[in-house]
């Protein structure tokens, strides 16, 4: 690998940059679990189910893991990166329970496929 290269330089850093984002979007809700509960005004189990569904997504990995085999790289890494994003904007958008357990299980998608 050449990182003498430009372009290669900068396609590196925004993988980088992008999985971290993404990372820590995905496991941020951990910490804060208490916090997400008050403020939507839910018991910290209900917020927890909702952490739980988004985990047993990763039974569905195989399934949506292989959509970079059969698309291709790029669009996989593409249709991740909308879903995680649309969860994210979802949550932040609309602050209530349901918008936050759909907004998991879809940025839980999106970053199972990227």
Do not use: H
């Amino acid at each position: 690998m050449n990182l003498k290269n430009p372009r290669l330089r900068w396609q590196l850093a925004a993988f980088t940059f992008t999985r971290v984002v993404a990372t820590t979007g995905n496991r941020m809700v951990y910490p804060f679990l208490p916090v997400i509960a008050r403020e939507l005004a839910v018991g910290p189990e209900t917020a927890a189910l909702a952490i739980a569904l988004r985990s047993g997504l990763g039974l569905l990995g195989p399934l949506l893991g292989s959509i970079a085999d059969t698309r291709g790289r790029r669009p996989a890494m593409i249709l991740g990166l909308a879903l995680f994003s649309g969860g994210m904007a979802l949550i932040a958008g609309w602050p209530v329970y349901v918008s936050l357990l759909i907004g998991l299980i879809v940025s839980g998608a999106g970053n199972i496929i990227v």
